[in-house]
Structures are given as structure tokens and as C-alpha cells.
């Protein structure tokens, strides 16, 4: 069974930045496709970034040219570094991880195999 870790968030004033961390245990060196989910009180859980073991990346329009997502092939662990904050960016940040080899339209609408707990960003304008 596998379990992922989020890490990483908190509170910061709008322009700022967090990184996010993702830690997968236990057998996961089949998961090939990666992402970031997020859940804003309200709203509908979405997509935010994904990203496959060949490092092709996957953005939202919303974070383009502001977050960036990375990982390490070696143990899995998945990274999400988010630049230029806005209060709209405030949200419960999920990691998703699947077997799939690439990180298509049906990772990128939830249908995934392991999530993380979440970790709470909260920008303040």
C-alpha cells in the first residue's frame, strides 16, 4: 500500500511563495504519473499541475508561468514550487500519484490511484 505525505504549506501575504513536498512510502517505484490537486471550501477539486516519470509537466492555465512542479525519480518524491501567491491560490493542496505512464485527461480529472492527506495554503491580499 501506498502512502503520500504532503508538506509544505501555510500562511503567507500575497506575492509570496511556498514550496510543497510529497513523499511517497512504501512500494512505489511504479508510480509513474504525478500530480497536484487542489480544493478551495466551496468549489470543486482541480487540477493544478501533473508530472510523468520522463519529466513532461502538465499546467493548469491558472499557475502557468508562476508554479512549477519537479520530482525525484530516485524515491518518488514529488515538489511543487509556487511563485507570485494570490489570494485565489488559497486552497487544501493534494498529491495524487497513479501507475499510468503518462498523465492524461483521466489523471487530470481525479481519476487516480493514491492521494495524499492535503496541506492548507492560505494566501492573505
Known amino acids: 500500500q501506498v502512502q503520500l505525505v504532503e508538506s509544505g504549506g501555510g500562511s503567507v501575504q500575497a506575492g509570496g511563495s511556498l514550496r510543497l513536498s510529497c513523499a511517497p512510502s512504501?512500494?512505489?517505484?511504479?508510480?509513474?504519473?504525478m500530480g497536484w490537486f487542489r480544493q478551495a471550501p466551496g468549489k470543486e477539486r482541480e487540477a493544478v499541475a501533473a508530472?510523468?516519470?520522463?519529466?513532461?509537466?502538465t499546467y493548469a492555465d491558472f499557475v502557468k508561468g508562476r508554479f512549477t512542479i519537479s520530482r525525484d525519480n530516485a524515491d518518488n518524491t514529488l515538489y511543487l514550487q509556487m511563485n507570485s501567491l494570490k489570494s485565489e491560490d488559497t486552497a487544501m493542496y493534494y498529491c495524487?500519484?497513479?501507475?499510468?505512464?503518462?498523465?492524461?485527461?483521466?489523471?487530470?480529472?481525479?481519476?487516480?490511484?493514491?492521494w495524499g492527506q492535503g496541506t492548507q495554503v492560505t494566501v492573505s491580499s
Open positions: 512504501g512500494y512505489n517505484f511504479r508510480l509513474l504519473c
Open positions: 495524487a500519484a497513479d501507475y499510468r505512464s503518462t498523465c492524461g485527461v483521466g489523471f487530470l480529472r481525479g481519476a487516480v490511484s493514491y
Open positions: 508530472i510523468d516519470r520522463d519529466r513532461r509537466r
